[in-house]
């Protein structure tokens, strides 16, 4: 089973309508993605995390408490209120982000209970979290307490400096977060930000996937590289694409042992992978847009490659 932890938030969805800009509310965050996108995909998944006790937290407690997840461990506070991310698009479906998230609950994560941890092979820790210390002492304890179970640990690294101080604190808590993790998710920007030398030493024995947005995506296990084609499509909205692209992978290696992670095996689930994210930029918001397994395998069946394209290796 995966086990998503972190923020649950709402996305605010910004658009202009009939001369009005207005916010369209859809429930988000980026393990919460994970988890629905798993859950999708057929996958054992469950998730814990935290919302205020207002009327956001109760939209979205409820819409958790809908998805079927395998488990659910949401809490709600009353002394913080529920995080906020409002989103504009561009002309492409491009998304950018700003937080309303000043003294709010993301952060303030339960504890997991014994019989929830227990069920889980892989931990997926969200990176919003690290830059409060608060959240910060809680990813790095769970992801040593999951390995000191024996499981994996599960890191995208959704690299965000403007909820830290400054750039240099949150390359820090991201790159501790890093060398705790066995399956690790980069954008190509985000692989610029800590280096390739960085993933090359302190990641070596790692699964590092790379995503390349249109292109497809790449991996570096172990010595080992490859890359996969993505599917073309038209985007509407790219708002968690990167959150389906990475549940794919893990549901793809989930209970697969390191063994198992051969070339081609990796090859085939960034190709599945790639589909994933792809089409859930067909509509709006990160999670009801989401493919189900079969979806994705009639996309992979059905439609054409990018145009000619190579990777570039980490």
Known sequence: MILCV???LADMIGTTVRGTFCYERRAGGAPFNVACAARKLGAESAFVGCVGEDAIGAFLADYAAARGLSGLCVTRSGQYNTTLAFVELDERGERSFSFYRKHTADYHLPEIPDDLFARADTVHIGSLMLSEEAGKGYAYRLADRAHAAGKRVSFDVNF?????PDRASAVAAYRDMLVRADLIKFSEEELAVFG??????????RLVCVSLGARGSRWRFRGNEGGAQSIRVRPVDTTGAGDAFWAGVLAQTDCVPFSAFTEQFLNEALRFANACGALNTLGR??????????????????QKWWPPWRPALI
């Open 6 to 8: 972190g923020e649950l």
């Open 160 to 164: 965000r400096d403007d909820v830290f």
């Open 196 to 205: 390739e030398s960085f993933v090359q030493t302190e990641l070596a024995d």
């Open 285 to 302: 918001g990160a999670i009801d847009a989401l493919p189900d397994r079969a979806a994705v395998q009639a996309a992979l069946k059905n």
